[in-house]
């Protein structure tokens, strides 16, 4: 078996925004291989990338952090909630976009839903399945009253928050060295959105997530929890990665953690130097998996959303990260179950 063969199933991109935002893609079309960004079709098939969560993030209009070096690291501000008005604004257009780059690809970008277009997506080596996400939930209705809406949008997997507060709970601030436990949790509505999106048999993803806000839901979620990208605080003590109780908590559910590619949340050092070298991101693919089970690590790259580390590139660079998880002595099924069926079996126990 080649690692080149392993069709992967990515937890986590920003493509959606590149596509949708002129100024930070630069226009690029989907289906030409481009030299910026990380993920087209054609470095999605030359990667053998079968499936990722396509995320919708809403900026923070005209924001700018303000970042303060300390004697070890650094700390950021806490971006301001952004506007529910905007936010949906803005979440319907680019959704309403993938779904034209679905239509446009004649059949090679399908935006899934259902657990069996998932597998038979998958199975095609010609196909790509997207599943929408939102990373936060600030185009939610505090009332739900768009829930059903945004779910016959294809929506089947909801961050609760990203790293600032919005309606339902409070995301964590950078800080490098930090602890998850960098604010409040759950609000009231925070608590019932994460019933609303059981009873949907919507993921709701805890990456972003404040300590509090990770129990909180930990403690009120009927499925397996999922870290969409995440790392090891084990490995690289920035706030935003988790702790061994965390990674506890997500195996104890049946859950996953999707491993990121950006630099400052795998490098031990927290740098975002991107010539660190592929190791350092499987560094966490197996400390989660002496931590808590290969059957609870994944894949979630960032891709598009983060500083990649230049050893694997863009989507492309897939089969490289596999074939280092392989070094590390894991075994073909091993590799194929972080690939793509850790992912899948969440995936298909939360949308049964």
């Known amino acids: 078996m080649t690692d080149s063969g392993i069709r992967v199933f990515d937890g986590h991109n920003d493509t959606l925004l590149d596509l949708h935002l002129e100024e930070r893609g630069g226009g690029r079309s989907f289906f030409e291989r481009s030299e910026s960004g990380h993920v087209d079709l054609p470095r999605a098939r030359e990667g053998n990338l079968g499936g990722s969560f396509f995320a919708v993030f809403v900026p923070n209009d005209g924001y700018e952090y303000e970042r303060t070096e300390t004697d070890e690291g650094y700390e950021t501000d806490l971006p301001p909630a952004v506007d529910h008005e905007r936010a949906k604004s803005f979440t319907y257009d680019a959704l309403a976009r993938l779904h034209r780059v679905a239509a446009e690809s004649d059949g090679a970008v399908r935006v899934v839903g259902e657990y069996d277009a998932l597998e038979a997506a998958l199975a095609d080596p010609d196909a790509l399945a997207a599943i929408p996400h939102l990373e936060g939930a600030a185009a939610v209705a505090p009332d739900f009253s768009n829930l059903d809406f945004l779910y016959a949008a294809g929506v089947r997997s909801v961050g609760l928050v990203w790293s600032r507060p919005n309606a339902f709970g409070h995301g964590v601030r950078f800080e490098y060295p930090g602890t998850p436990d960098t604010g409040p949790g ?58 061994d109780e965390q990674l506890d908590a997500v195996a104890d559910s049946g859950g996953v953690v999707g491993i990121t590619f950006a630099a400052s949340q795998i490098r031990p050092d927290g740098a975002g130097d991107p010539e660190t070298p592929i190791s350092t991101l499987a560094d966490h693919v197996e400390y989660v998996a002496d931590r808590v089970g290969v059957e609870h690590v994944a894949l979630g790259s960032d891709f598009d959303g983060a500083t990649v580390i230049d050893s694997v590139g863009d989507a492309a660079g897939l089969p490289d990260v596999l074939a280092e998880i392989r070094r590390r002595g894991f075994g073909d099924d091993e590799v194929r179950s972080i690939a793509q069926g850790n992912w899948l079996r969440v995936i298909r126990e939360t949308w049964a």
């Open 186 to 243: 759950l609000t009231e509505a925070g608590r019932d959105l994460v019933a609303a999106c059981n009873d949907r048999g919507v993921l709701v993803d805890l990456a972003h997530a404040t300590a509090a806000t990770f129990r909180d839901a930990a403690e009120l979620t009927t499925d397996p929890l999922v870290v969409s990208h995440g790392a090891a605080r084990g490995v690289c003590p920035l706030s935003r990665n988790l702790t």
